[in-house]
C-alpha cells in the first residue's frame, strides 16, 4: 500500500535558518512526488514536483530511493514561508497525501 | 481566468439527511478531483475524473458517497444518509494534464457540518 508520512507536525525555526521538512514514502515502484502548501487564508497550491527538478521560492526537495524520502529544504528561512506543507505521492490515477507538517518561521 | 470554485463554502446538515456539494473546475481542465480533509488529518483521496472516462471511485470511504461529472465540466459530490464522521472540509481540484497531474489548481473547499 502507498503511504507517505511526514512525522513532524509541527516546525518552528528563526528566520535565516536552515529548514527541512521531512517526508518519507513506502512505494514499490518509481514514485511520483510532490510538495503542496497552504498559506494562511489561502488555497493549496503545488509548490514543486520532483520530476522537474526546480527550485521554488528557494525550496529544493531530492528524491532519495534508498531511503524512500522526498524531504523539502530551505537554506535560509523567511518569515512568509510559514504554511502548511503537504507531501504527496501520485500512483495510478490516485493522490497519497501525508498529513501535513506546519512550518512556522519566527523573526 | 477565474479559479476553481466550490459550493457552498458552509453546509451545516443534521445527520441523516443527504448533501450536494459542487464544484465548477477551471475551464478546459480535463481531470478533477475530489479530497476530504478531516479535523486534524492530510487530505484523503475520494475520486478521480478524466475527462469522459469512468471515474476511479475506490477512495470514496462508503457507498453513501457518490459523484458525477457532467459534460467532462461541473462535478457534484453527493452524500446521503450524512454521519458526524462525515463532518469535514470537501477539497476539489483540477488540472490540464490527468495522467500525470503536472499541477492541480485546488478550490476554496467546502465545509461541511453534521449535527
Known amino acids: 500500500a502507498q503511504r507517505v508520512t511526514q512525522p513532524e507536525k509541527l516546525l518552528s525555526v528563526f528566520k535565516g535558518a536552515p529548514v527541512e521538512l521531512k517526508c518519507n514514502y513506502s512505494?514499490?515502484?518509481?514514485?511520483?512526488l510532490f510538495w503542496y502548501v497552504q498559506y494562511s487564508r489561502q488555497r493549496l497550491q503545488l509548490l514543486l514536483r520532483?520530476?522537474s527538478r526546480e527550485s521554488i521560492k528557494g525550496f529544493t526537495a531530492d528524491l532519495n530511493k534508498g531511503e524512500t524520502s522526498f524531504h523539502l529544504k530551505k537554506p535560509f528561512a523567511q518569515e512568509e514561508d510559514s504554511a502548511m506543507y503537504y507531501c504527496?505521492?501520485?500512483?495510478?490515477?490516485?493522490?497519497?497525501f501525508g498529513s501535513g507538517t506546519k512550518l512556522n518561521v519566527k523573526p | 481566468g477565474a479559479g476553481v470554485s466550490q459550493s457552498p463554502s458552509n453546509k451545516v446538515t443534521e445527520k441523516g439527511k443527504d448533501v450536494e456539494l459542487r464544484c465548477d473546475p477551471i475551464?478546459?481542465?480535463?481531470?478533477l478531483y475530489w479530497y476530504r480533509q478531516s479535523l486534524g488529518q492530510g487530505l484523503e483521496f475520494l475520486i478521480y475524473?478524466?475527462?469522459?472516462?469512468?471515474?476511479?471511485k475506490s477512495g470514496l470511504p462508503s457507498d453513501r458517497f457518490s459523484a458525477e461529472r457532467t459534460g467532462g465540466s461541473v462535478s457534484t459530490l453527493t452524500i446521503q444518509r450524512t454521519q458526524q464522521e462525515d463532518s469535514a472540509v470537501y477539497l476539489c481540484?483540477?488540472?490540464?494534464?490527468?495522467?500525470?497531474?503536472?499541477?492541480?489548481?485546488f478550490g476554496p473547499g467546502t465545509r461541511l457540518t453534521v449535527t
Open positions: 520532483h520530476i
Open positions: 475524473f478524466q475527462g469522459n472516462s469512468a471515474p476511479d
Open positions: 475551464s478546459g481542465h480535463t481531470a
Open positions: 512505494y514499490s515502484g518509481s514514485p511520483e
Open positions: 481540484a483540477s488540472s490540464s494534464s490527468g495522467s500525470v497531474p503536472y499541477e492541480q489548481y
Open positions: 504527496a505521492l501520485w500512483n495510478f490515477n490516485k493522490f497519497y
